[in-house]
């Protein structure tokens, strides 16, 4: 007879990286406001040489962790990324 892992509670917040958690409080810290790639970099990797695009990777993986919540950082076109009040709705989902 194996022993049964315990699952994890939906509820349980996900495990976030250092360079995640620093990148979701830099946008948290000011909700609407747009952060350029560059201003994001500056902010959550000051000492690292880094492609702008390097951020993008980064948001992805958060949105991921944060399931639904990842709505709320929203992509502005051709100028960055901001966090929101309200998950942003996906297009061609329910609701």
Do not use: C, N, W
């Not at 495990?15 to 000011?30: D, G, I, K, P």
């Not at 949105?63 to 998950?87: D, H, N, S, W």
């Amino acid at each position: 007879m194996a022993l049964k892992q315990p699952v994890p509670a939906k509820s349980e917040e996900p495990r976030l990286t250092s360079m995640e958690a620093r990148l979701l409080e830099a946008l948290r810290t000011q909700p609407g406001r747009v952060f350029t790639r560059s201003e994001l970099v500056a902010l959550v990797m000051p000492d690292t040489v880094v492609l702008e695009r390097t951020i993008d990777v980064h948001i992805k993986a958060l949105r991921r962790k944060l399931g639904r919540l990842g709505g709320q950082i929203e992509t502005v076109r051709k100028a960055g990324y901001r966090f929101t009040a309200e998950p942003q709705r996906m297009e061609g989902s329910p609701g």
